[in-house]
C-alpha cells in the first residue's frame, strides 16, 4: 500500500509542487542531489575531487518514451564530458548511464548508438562510463549492449546487483581481466523469482559475488553504505592480497561523508556517486517506491554523518 502512495505521489504535479516548496524537501535535495543543471555537477565534482575523492555523474532521468528526450539525454552527457575535459575533471570523474534514459524499453539499436557516442566522448575526456542496471527485465539488454560496447570501448563499466539470483553467474562471467564492474545490493521491488526478498540472503548474496569478484582479473566497484559489508570488503582485499589501487568502493552522494573520508585516508579509492538534473522529484520518489524502507533509510542519513 506504501508503495503504491509514493507511485501516486511521483505523478501528480499538485503534490510535486507541495514536496518542491517544502524546507526539509529543499534539505533533502541539496545533500542528495548536485543540483539541477551542468555547471551544479561540475562544482560538486570539483569539491569532492579536492577532498580525494572519484565521481561518478549520473544525469537524472529514465524509462524514456520518446526519441526526442532520448537524444537531448544523448546531447547532455556530451556536453557534461566535454565540460569535464575542459575543467580538468578526468579521469577522476566518470559518467554512469541508464539504458532506459536513451530509449532501450523503445529500441535497443538507438539505445546502445546512443551509449556508444557517450563512450566515445567519454574516451576522448579520458574517462570512462558505467552502464546502470536497472530491473529485471533489461538485464539481459543491458549485458549484451555493454558486450557490444566493450568490444571498441573495454573499460566501459558493468553494475551487477547482489538480490538477483543470476547475479553469481554473472559475476563469474564478467570477472575477466580489465573488466570493471560495480557490485550493488539492488533498490528496485523484484518478485521472489528473480530475487532474494530478505535483507539476510541479500548480504550473503553480496558476500559471494563480493568473493568471486575479488578472486578475478577484473577490478571490482563494491558500491554498499553497509558497514559490516564494508568490513567485509576490507578483509577480503587483505585475503586475496588486493592493493588498494586494484579495486574501489562505491557510495551515493550525501550517504556516511564520514566514512568515505575515512576510506579514502586509509588509501582506498572512494568513488560518489552523484546525481544531477531537474528531474530530481521522480528519481527520489521512484527510489522510496521501489522499497519504501527507503523512507527510514533517508532518515538515518538525514540524522547522521557518519
Known sequence: MLRSVILAAAGSAR????VANAPISKNIVHRFVAGDGTEDALRVSRELA???LAV???HLGEDTLTAEQAEATRDEYLRLLGRLKESGLTPATEVSVKLSALGQKVDDRTAYDYARAICAAAAEAGTTVTLDMEDHTTTDSTLEILAELR??????GAVLQAYLRRTEGD???????????????????EPESVAFQSALDVDKSYVRCLNILMAGEGYPMLATHDPRLIAITEDRARWFDRDPSEFEIQ???GVRPDEQARLAAAGYTVRVYVPYGDQWYGYLMRRLA?????????GRALASRK
Open 251 to 253: 557510495m551515493l552522494y
Open 50 to 52: 579536492d577532498d580525494g
Open 171 to 189: 559475476c563469474r562471467e564478467l570477472a575477466a581481466s580489465g573488466s570493471r564492474v560495480r557490485l550493488c545490493k539492488g533498490a528496485y521491488a
Open 15 to 18: 503534490m510535486e509542487r507541495f
Open 151 to 156: 568490444k571498441d570501448y573495454p573499460t566501459t
Open 56 to 58: 561518478s555523474l549520473d
Open 290 to 298: 521501489e522499497r519504501p524502507a527507503n523512507l527510514a533509510f533517508l
